[in-house]
């Protein structure tokens, strides 16, 4: 069974830095392209980051370009997510999630529960 | 950007009713398009991806047409576990957009 555990949320002040993890289970991480997607309170859904398992090609939304940074350990099957100089406006549940495919290109056919990063001093 | 224009935004509806929602690019993303459905305080759930493949475990009772610029979602008769918010989704470029959610409430 697949599944994605997401950690490392938390309440943080404008500036600071936090890594969000997310432990893959019931697959191989390296196999498939893997995204996260964020929701601010109340809002719609907000693709972040992507990134192609061959090659290890990165994408980034432009509003996170140059501040975050998504990343694997192969070796513990867990995707992570770096985000520094955070702004308020990154206040978001942030959701780890598989592509079905090992491009980019496909569905996210699994999701994590989803971890909330609140920024605010 | 590849925007995605995503109506209505609300829809009251009833049981057994059929319900469309629909789905504009602003350039051709071929099928390149999922819906997805998302109920309070839960994780977003793939139901059609490619514009009109039916994901494995979601009811037949859900389809996806449309290619280019222009897709629907429907629902052909609403069942009380529907009433929740959906999303489309462009996978053909980045950064991969979503609509801004129709939220499905009981009439």
């Known amino acids: 069974e697949v599944q994605l555990l997401e950690s490392g949320g938390g309440l943080i002040q404008p500036g600071g830095s936090l890594r969000l993890s997310c432990a893959a289970s019931?697959?191989?991480?390296?196999?498939?392209?893997m995204s996260w997607v964020r929701q601010a309170p109340g809002k719609g859904l907000e693709w972040v980051s992507s990134l192609r398992p061959s090659g290890g090609t990165t994408y980034y939304a432009d509003s996170v370009k140059g501040r975050f940074t998504i990343s694997t350990d192969n070796s513990k099957n867990t995707l992570f997510l770096q985000m520094n100089s955070l702004r308020a406006e990154d206040t978001a549940i942030y959701y780890c999630?598989?592509?079905?495919?090992?491009?980019?290109?496909?569905?996210?056919?699994?999701w994590g529960q989803g971890t909330l990063v609140t920024v605010s001093s | 950007d590849i925007q995605i224009t995503q109506s209505p935004s609300s829809l009251s509806a009833s049981v057994g009713d059929r319900v469309t929602i629909t789905c504009r690019a602003g350039q051709s993303i071929s099928n390149y398009l999922n819906w997805y459905q998302q109920k309070p305080g839960k994780a977003p759930k793939v139901l059609i991806y490619a514009a009109s493949s039916l994901q494995s475990g979601v009811p037949s009772r859900f389809s996806g047409s449309g290619s280019g610029t222009d897709f629907t979602l429907t629902i052909s008769s609403l069942q009380p576990e529907d009433f929740a918010t959906y999303y489309c989704q462009q996978s053909y470029n980045t950064p991969y957009t979503f609509g801004q959610g129709t939220k499905l409430e009981i009439k």
């Open positions: 999630a598989k592509t079905s495919t090992r491009s980019t290109g496909g569905c996210l056919d699994y």
């Open positions: 019931g697959f191989t991480l390296s196999s498939y392209a």
